[in-house]
Structures are given as C-alpha cells and as structure tokens.
C-alpha cells in the first residue's frame, strides 16, 4: 500500500491557523506576480496576514520581490515535491517495494521520522521527504543547513535479517549509487570517504551532499536501518555565506534537473541496492566505489580525537574500511574512527 502524504506545518504564533508559509511559497512557485489581496482570497486570510507570512520568507533562503501595481514575486522560486509526479515515475517493481511515500514541509529530521517508524512497527520500504528541515544531521552530530525546497531532504527504510554485521559498507554503497545517477544527469561526482558527494568548480572541491546510515538492532539478528541523503539543489547567497566550508549546488551545475525526477530515480536506485546489498555486501560496490575516490593515493591528513597524523589514502576493502599508507605500514580505518582531509 502506498501513501502519498503532505503534513502541513503552521507557523508558530500566528494569529491565523488557516495559513502556513508553505501554503504561500506553493501559490507563488509558478514565479509570477501576485497581488497580496489575490493571495488572501486563495488561502482565505487578510492581505495582512499575507504581509507578514511574506516577511517570513527570508528567514527560509527564499526572495520576494515587491513591486507597485504588480503584487509579489518570488525570485528563483522553488519546485515543491509532487508525491503523485514521483510515484508515476517509478518501475513497477520499485512501486510494489515501497510501502509509503511521506512529503512533509517541514520536519525536524527525516531520518528521525523514519526511525519513529519503526518503532511503530511500521518503516520498511518507507520514504521520507521533506522540504525544509529544522534538525537535520549529518556524520558526528554536524548539523545539515536547510531551505525551503532548496534541498533534497531523503531517507529511505530497510529491514535487514542478517544483522548489523552485514551493513559494512553501506553508506560506500549509497555513495556510489548517488555518484551513478548524478552522472546520467551530466554531475561528475567525486567521493570523499566516508559519505561525502563532492564536486570540481572553479574554485577548488565543494560539498554537494552527504550521507547518514543509522541502524538499529542486534549484531546477529534483524536490524532496521535509515538511509540519509542530503543534496542542495539551490543556495541563496545568505545561506552561502553562513557555511563554513567550500559547498556546491545542483543549479549551478545544471539548471536541466528535475528534483522530483530525481527523487524517483533515487527511490528506483536505492531499492535496487538494498534488495542486493543483502545477499552481496559490500565488495559489489567496492571497485567502483575507488573509482570515484577523490583522495585515492593522495596525502591526507588523518584526524583521530586530538591526533593528527599524515598519510598516503588508498582504496577500500571489502567492507569499506579505508587503507592509508602511513610510514611504512597500511592501516585500516572504519567510519566512525576518523575524520580526513586533503593535505595542502
């Protein structure tokens, strides 16, 4: 059974509860100029409150712009989710694995939803999309930045029977599927490991997404898992400016790209995966997983707690441990160990 489904959340305090900025944002995607009293009358609220639900937008990486006699426009507007439009684009095949299709305004964390699932006894085969995220995460408790439909917010469920031994290298694995889709869209992804999407611009590497596996459950036993992956599809300058590295976004690399097409490939390419990973593990992915390493045989800087170290990066092993050549001795790292970066 599949369910497409829209939470609309309002904006605290406001004095109308009929109204959310989502409501808004969706009027004006089409990129024309609105009046503020056609506005009201299609959501039924004041000019007034159309006003200052239009203030509001700023805050959420969004322009607006005023003009007399005209109305209101939204600048480089956003394409919201359309459940309906994602689910027609998928195989039968992927149609029949997943179970629900959730798109939501806005959420704390899509991965949160999704693990609150299954703790309903519900979440495999289950999507989780959102438009704007307000606790969003990435690898070691970092914060992911959001705005209003200018991400992709994902997260997918998956039941495993084999045990939390059997998930080595799946994040690696998600990493190279992300890197292929891309790719068929003209995006050369590079791979940081151990769950970076990277990009080439002018101005040196820049981040363009990331991954987030969580799991739940015994070494031997069933385990749910949570796959997280986060893509900026549009970036305002604000939202630039307040993040403290070099990062990249779909639209300045390609301005074709659906992101509701895209989703559904995700959905299609993620499915696949995970019916496989299972039964292969890692090592299926291994190879073209160092074909996309952005560090491979590179100096590194290897950051462990308050040591620092240098090295050689290598490939990845069959279970998506990185082999670092530091000294004479090949080390092996696991993802929750390090942190790296390319030295200058």
């Known amino acids: 059974m599949l369910v ?3 939470v609309d959340t309002r904006v605290p305090g406001h004095e109308c509860n ?18 503020g009293e056609a506005l009201g009358r299609e959501i ?14 700023e805050g959420l990486g969004l322009c607006v712009e005023a003009a007399r ?17 994602i689910v027609a684009n998928l195989s039968r095949s992927a149609r029949q694995h997943l179970r629900h299709l959730f798109v939501e305004d806005s959420i704390g964390s899509t991965n949160t939803f999704l693990l609150d699932r299954f703790g309903q006894g519900a979440g495999h085969g289950e999507v989780c999309l959102a438009e704007w995220q307000s606790a969003g ?3 070691r408790g970092r914060s992911f930045y959001s705005e209003w439909g200018g991400n992709i917010h994902f997260s997918i469920g998956w039941q495993f029977e084999s045990g939390v031994g059997a998930l080595e290298g799946l994040s690696l694995a998600v990493g190279v599927i992300m890197a292929e889709l891309l790719s068929e869209q003209g995006v050369d992804i590079q791979l ?18 990331g991954i987030l596996v969580e799991v739940r459950g015994d070494a031997a036993g069933p385990c749910q898992v949570v796959i997280g992956v986060g893509i900026n599809i549009r970036l305002s300058e604000q939202g630039r400016a307040g993040i403290e590295q070099p990062i990249a976004a779909l639209a300045d690399l390609s301005a074709d790209i659906s992101r509701n097409a895209l989703v559904s490939a995700m959905i299609e390419a993620h499915i696949q995966m995970l019916e496989r990973f299972e039964e292969t593990g890692f090592p299926a992915w291994r190879d073209r997983w160092n074909a996309c390493h952005v560090y491979r045989d590179r100096a590194i800087r290897i950051y462990q707690g308050n040591t620092v170290s240098d090295g050689i990066a290598r490939g990845v092993d069959d279970a998506g441990n990185l082999i670092v050549s530091v000294g004479d001795e090949q080390k092996r790292f696991t993802g929750g160990e ?4 390319g030295c200058p």
Do not use: E
């Not at 009929?18 to 609105?34: E, N, P």
């Open 4 to 6: 497409a489904m829209r």
């Open 338 to 341: 390090v942190s790296l970066r």
């Open 192 to 209: 940081k490991w151990p769950n970076d999407l990277l990009v080439s611009t002018p101005s040196g590497l820049a981040k363009l997404g």
């Open 69 to 85: 006699g005209c109305g209101y426009r939204l600048l480089n507007p956003p394409a919201p989710f359309r459940g309906a439009d």
């Open 18 to 35: 009929s109204m959310s900025v989502s409501d808004l944002i969706r009027l004006m995607s089409d990129g024309a100029f609105h009046s």
């Open 44 to 57: 039924g609220v004041s000019r007034t409150a159309v006003w200052k639900q239009l203030r509001k937008l």
């Open 137 to 139: 995460r990435g690898r």
